[in-house]
Nanobody
Framework: QVQLVESGGGLVQAGGSLRLSCVAS????????MGWYRQAPGKQRELVAH???????NYADSVKGRFTISRDNAKNTVYLQMNSLKPEDTAVYYC??????????????WGQGTQVTVSS
């Protein structure tokens, strides 16, 4: 059974921090790169951070130096520590695999996402 369950979002003031968590089914998680995507109102979903099975990470320029992605392979869980949040970080955040072309391995599967709202 495919499962992607995100949590940890909320309302925070600019400059604040949040930590997102995502538990994935083992079939989705094992050996796959994992990433955090976000979708703001009226915009396309974008990949903001991803991490390989071995722990190498990369970030979009817009979040570099502020966000940190990590994973616990024993728990099938990926995290996103978000610091120095800005109003433009407001979006629904989703986790998913990251495959060829920095897109999900199987894009038909998405979780419910978690809303992050940053007030100015």
């Amino acid at each position: 059974q495919v499962q992607l369950v995100e949590s940890g979002g909320g309302l925070v003031q600019a400059g604040g921090s949040l930590r997102l968590s995502c538990v994935a089914s083992r079939a989705f998680f094992t050996f796959n790169g994992m990433g955090w995507y976000r979708q703001a109102p009226g915009k396309q979903r974008e990949l903001v951070a991803h991490i390989t099975w071995g722990g190498n990470s990369n970030y979009a320029d817009s979040v570099k130096g502020r966000f940190t992605i990590s994973r616990d392979n024993a728990k099938n869980t990926v995290y996103l520590q978000m610091n120095s949040l800005k109003p433009e970080d407001t979006a629904v955040y989703y986790c998913n695999t990251v495959g060829v072309g920095f897109k999900p391995v199987d894009p038909q599967y998405w979780g419910q996402g978690t809303q992050v709202t940053v007030s100015s």
